[in-house]
């Protein structure tokens, strides 16, 4: 009999125990003993996924206190405390073998000793504790994009949030091929007080890439803990290097032409700036607002979702504005809110809900009253700010029929936006694949939000929207970008967005609605159905055809001084910018490819000549 077997005969009961040898892959056994070993649970169990056992671990969670129940049968709130509220990107290491460097800007550990720090910090983690053992699957089952994950977490609420938010795959496993790669995932929040956890001094996300393993520790926080959410990400983007595909931080939607036209689109955002939104825009589809897999299939680039939900951000969430989510929020459908106000009547407030602040209620903070301070004297919000909303995406009226689709959807173009309030225009195409890669994905620039911990509002790089999760030196994932491109004949579209840029005064100078216009401007010109302006940056669209755009989707009367405002070529701010995205990849970022910075020297040439013969600040005529 194996080791593996032994631990388990002990420390399962008989159901768990055929519930797991159900799944014929030894692999999984030892991964489950080793995890009992280390964490020493009080006992474990195996969920198969049936309602019987989904159900268990919804109703654990709300009988341990990890969530607690609302007036709504179906919605259920999680509280991550004072200290636990983002992602950590400081604790958030990669564990690297001898001989092997990620670059400067990744933040890594000798591998030997992020082990140790990883065994000391688990052993016993689990003591007093059940321990859950969930399997999954990222993208579509069986099909191209499938990668298979074990879940090992000593939160029910984890588990909970996990059966919102991804294809559940025990059945999946039980068929799986003995060599199929698999993903691992291990989690204990640590010691909890109020169903919180309170080491969270000694937080941290261990990622273990020799081993396709992720450790997660002292935190509850979701984008430190669910496995399958940005944990995976970072083994994906290695897989998708060894692979010749793409792993990307990246909504997927189709944009809704004429004639009922679908044509898909992936988008880039960091975290804050308007992916989840941009996903939802009235008259389209989703199909997933997150992270999205990119591969060729038949010459073709295809795109499908790995998730099947949505953990989003619910600040400024109004019936006018977000009418489909609000709708889904204020439905039966299984809900988890986290870090919003419980009310007396045991509804859930956040912030900018469009109504008067509450009086008073349960928050992250414990019991909370208007002028309530912290230990600093700085005053508490009654919701915090990066309060979320956990659901499945099928109660959204917008889901696009393709979720689910074996060989993904086809894609036309692909974003990237940021938080930038004084250098892009609202909307812009790139010449070509590789200066689209290289000026608008690998410059990308946006202000931190408080998704991550630290301070909100500094300018920050961060290439792709990705820069977080990359697990690879930098310059090769650029040059995967480029490979990709030029592996196939027809590549999409890129392009840039700008939803922040502000005027003189301060003022932001385009309207949360504009975001409709400025895709389906883009979808007519994957199409070539519209004319663009040509630009030392890249192609802007022509007045006419905005017009026409804001009339017929927003009935707007858009003025050229609006266009004229907003498509004003900033070209003392796109030197700057090129500086230093120049001097960061100089810096820092040794293996960067050649080319990036031709195309990047180039499109500085361009922009001083313009400048010399044009002037600085120059309004699209000046070009058309
Ligand atoms: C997220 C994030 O929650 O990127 O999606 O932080
Ligand atoms: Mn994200």
Same mark, same amino acid.
């Given at each position: 009999? *194996?080791?593996? +077997?032994?631990?388990?005969?002990?420390?399962?009961?008989?159901?768990?125990?055929?519930?797991?040898?159900?799944?014929?892959?030894?692999?999984?056994?030892?991964?489950?003993?080793?995890?009992?070993?280390?964490?020493?649970?009080?006992?474990?169990?195996?969920?198969?996924?049936?309602?019987?056992?989904?159900?268990?671990?919804?109703?654990?969670?709300?009988?341990?206190?990890?969530?607690?129940?609302?007036?709504?049968?179906?919605? $259920?709130?999680?509280?991550?405390?004072?200290?636990?509220?983002?992602?950590?990107?400081?604790?958030?290491?990669?564990?690297?073998?001898?001989?092997?460097?990620?670059?400067?800007?990744?933040?890594?550990?000798?591998?030997?000793?992020?082990?140790?720090?990883?065994?000391?910090?688990?052993?016993?983690?689990?003591?007093?504790?059940?321990?859950?053992?969930?399997?999954?699957?990222?993208?579509?089952?069986?099909?191209?994009?499938?990668?298979?994950?074990?879940?090992? $977490?000593? *939160?029910?609420?984890?588990?909970?949030?996990?059966?919102?938010?991804?294809?559940?795959?025990?059945?999946?496993?039980?068929?799986?091929?003995?060599?199929?790669?698999? #993903?691992?995932?291990?989690? !204990?929040?640590?010691?909890?007080?109020? *169903?919180? !956890?309170?080491? /969270?001094?000694?937080?941290?996300?261990?990622?273990?890439?020799? =081993?396709?393993?992720?450790?997660?520790?002292?935190?509850?926080?979701?984008?430190?803990?669910?496995?399958?959410?940005?944990?995976?990400?970072?083994?994906?983007?290695?897989?998708?290097?060894? =692979?010749? %595909?793409?792993?990307?931080?990246?909504?997927?939607?189709?944009?809704?032409?004429?004639?009922?036209?679908?044509?898909?689109?992936?988008g880039a955002f960091p975290s804050g700036c308007g992916k989840t939104s941009t996903s939802m825009v009235r008259g389209n589809t989703i199909v997933g607002d997150d992270l999205t897999y990119l591969k060729i299939i038949d010459g073709k680039v295809?795109?499908?979702? &790995?998730?099947?939900?949505?953990?989003?951000?619910?600040?400024?969430?109004?019936?006018?504005?977000?009418?489909?989510? /609000?709708?889904?929020?204020?439905?039966?459908?299984?809900?988890?809110? !986290?870090?919003?106000?419980?009310?007396?009547?045991?509804?859930?407030? %956040?912030?900018?809900?469009?109504?008067?602040?509450?009086?008073?209620?349960?928050?992250?903070?414990?019991?909370? #009253?208007?002028?309530?301070?912290?230990?600093?004297?700085?005053?508490?919000?009654?919701?915090?700010?990066?309060?979320?909303?956990?659901?499945?995406?099928?109660?959204?009226?917008?889901?696009?029929?393709? +979720?689910?689709?074996?060989?993904?959807?086809?894609?036309?173009?692909?974003?990237?936006?940021?938080?930038?309030?004084?250098?892009? &225009?609202?909307?812009?195409?790139?010449?070509? /694949? $590789?200066?689209?890669? &290289?000026?608008?994905?690998?410059?990308?620039?946006?202000?931190?939000?408080?998704?991550?911990?630290?301070?909100?509002?500094?300018?920050?790089?961060?290439? #792709?929207?990705?820069?977080? #999760?990359?697990?690879?030196?930098?310059?090769?994932?650029?040059?995967?970008?480029?490979?990709?491109?030029?592996?196939?004949?027809?590549?999409?579209?890129?392009? *840039?967005?700008?939803?922040?840029?502000?005027?003189?005064?301060?003022?932001?100078?385009?309207?949360?609605?504009?975001?409709?216009? %400025?895709?389906?401007?883009?979808?007519?010109?994957?199409?070539?159905?519209?004319?663009?302006?040509?630009?030392?940056?890249?192609?802007?669209?022509?007045?006419?055809?905005?017009? =026409?755009?804001?009339?017929?989707?927003?009935?707007?009367?858009?003025?050229?001084?609006?266009?004229?405002?907003?498509? $004003?070529?900033?070209?003392?701010?796109?030197?700057?910018?090129?500086?230093?995205?120049?001097?960061?990849?100089?810096?820092?970022?040794?293996?960067?490819?050649?080319?990036?910075?031709? &195309?990047?020297?180039?499109?500085? !040439?361009?922009?001083?000549?313009?400048?010399?013969?044009?002037?600085?600040?120059?309004?699209?005529?000046?070009?058309?």
């Open positions: 009999m *194996s080791k593996a +077997l032994d631990v388990l005969e002990t420390a399962l009961t008989e159901t768990n125990l055929r519930k797991l040898l159900a799944i014929p892959n030894y692999s999984v056994h030892r991964f489950v003993a080793e995890a009992i070993n280390l964490c020493k649970p009080m006992k474990v169990f195996i969920c198969n996924d049936t309602k019987m056992d989904t159900e268990y671990i919804r109703r654990t969670a709300i009988a341990r206190g990890e969530e607690t129940p609302l007036a709504n049968p179906y919605h $259920t709130v999680h509280f991550d405390g004072l200290h636990d509220q983002a992602r950590d990107k400081e604790s958030t290491i990669y564990l690297v073998p001898e001989g092997e460097n990620l670059g400067e800007q990744l933040t890594q550990m000798n591998r030997e000793k992020g082990l140790k720090i990883v065994q000391t910090r688990l052993d016993g983690s689990m003591d007093n504790k059940k321990m859950v053992v969930r399997f999954f699957c990222l993208g579509p089952l069986d099909s191209p994009f499938s990668i298979p994950v074990v879940q090992i $977490t000593d *939160s029910f609420y984890v588990a909970h949030s996990e059966d919102l938010l991804y294809r559940r795959g025990y059945e999946y496993f039980r068929r799986l091929a003995d060599d199929k790669e698999i #993903f691992w995932m291990l989690h !204990s929040s640590g010691k909890l007080i109020h *169903s919180v !956890s309170t080491d /969270w001094k000694k937080r941290g996300v261990m990622i273990d890439y020799k =081993e396709n393993t992720v450790y997660s520790m002292n935190t509850q926080y979701a984008g430190n803990t669910i496995g399958l959410k940005k944990l995976a990400l970072r083994l994906a983007i290695r897989k998708a290097d060894r =692979e010749s %595909w793409l792993a990307e931080h990246m909504f997927l939607m189709a944009v809704h032409g004429p004639s009922q036209r679908r044509t898909y689109f992936t295809r795109a499908a979702n &790995v998730e099947r939900g949505i953990f989003g951000i619910i600040r400024s969430i109004t019936q006018k504005d977000d009418p489909v989510i /609000w709708d889904v929020l204020h439905s039966n459908q299984p809900t988890i809110f !986290s870090n919003v106000l419980i009310t007396e009547d045991e509804t859930p407030r %956040w912030l900018d809900d469009g109504n008067e602040p509450p009086s008073g209620g349960i928050n992250y903070s414990g019991e909370w #009253f208007p002028g309530k301070i912290d230990k600093n004297g700085e005053e508490i919000p009654y919701a915090h700010n990066n309060a979320r909303y956990t659901i499945g995406l099928e109660g959204l009226a917008n889901l696009d029929d393709a +979720l689910d689709d074996l060989r993904g959807v086809e894609v036309g173009g692909i974003i990237y936006g940021g938080r930038d309030t004084n250098t892009w &225009v609202p909307v812009q195409q790139s010449f070509d /694949w $590789t200066h689209g890669v &290289v000026t608008m994905g690998a410059s990308l620039e946006s202000e931190t939000t408080f998704a991550t911990l630290g301070p909100s509002g500094v300018r920050k790089f961060q290439p #792709f929207s990705n820069l977080d #999760f990359i697990s690879i030196p930098l310059g090769k994932y650029i040059q995967n970008h480029l490979d990709f491109g030029n592996n196939v004949k027809h590549t999409p579209c890129i392009f *840039s967005v700008n939803y922040f840029l502000k005027d003189k005064e301060g003022n932001y100078i385009s309207d949360k609605l504009d975001k409709m216009v %400025w895709l389906k401007w883009m979808e007519q010109r994957v199409h070539g159905d519209v004319n663009a302006i040509k630009t030392p940056t890249g192609y802007i669209p022509i007045y006419e055809d905005l017009r =026409e755009l804001f009339k017929c989707h927003l009935d707007k009367e858009y003025s050229r001084n609006e266009y004229n405002s907003q498509f $004003t070529i900033r070209i003392p701010e796109l030197l700057e910018k090129i500086d230093r995205i120049e001097s960061i990849y100089r810096r820092t970022v040794p293996d960067t490819p050649r080319i990036f910075f031709d &195309v990047l020297i180039e499109q500085r !040439s361009r922009l001083l000549e313009t400048q010399h013969d044009l002037g600085k600040y120059l309004l699209p005529s000046a070009f058309g």
